[in-house]
């Protein structure tokens, strides 16, 4: 869950989980933030003990869902001075290098 944040009574649960996956040690969960109508995904891999919470937009959730790496933003942020634009996490970069 989100930090800081808490289910307030048992018959109406903030968070609910719709979605749950395990691979190889990766636990990715798909949930909706009833109070705020706004849906996460939350991933732990066991292996190396890597965690974080992605906030997509709705239409995009089961994607993020389905591809969280791929989604998760740079760690540190790849930044170039020169260049404003958004720079592609890493997942996306080696894909973008391997169709040109």
């Known amino acids: 869950m989100p ?3 808490h289910t307030h009574t048992r018959s109406h649960r903030r ?3 719709l979605a749950y996956r395990e691979s190889d040690g990766i636990f990715v969960r798909l949930y909706w933030d009833s109070f705020e ?5 939350s991933v732990r891999d066991d292996r190396n003990g890597d ?3 992605l906030h997509p937009p709705k239409h ?3 994607s993020a869902f389905h591809h969280p790496y ?5 760690d540190p942020p ?3 001075p020169d260049d404003p634009s958004p720079v592609l996490c890493p997942a996306f970069q080696i894909m ?4 040109s």
């Open 37 to 41: 109508n706004e849906v996460f995904v």
């Open 78 to 80: 790849l930044t170039n």
């Open 96 to 99: 973008a290098d391997e169709a």
């Open 60 to 62: 995009e959730a089961l």
């Open 51 to 53: 965690d974080f919470v």
């Open 70 to 74: 791929a989604l998760r933003p740079a």
């Open 3 to 5: 930090e800081g944040r």
């Open 15 to 17: 968070y609910r989980e």
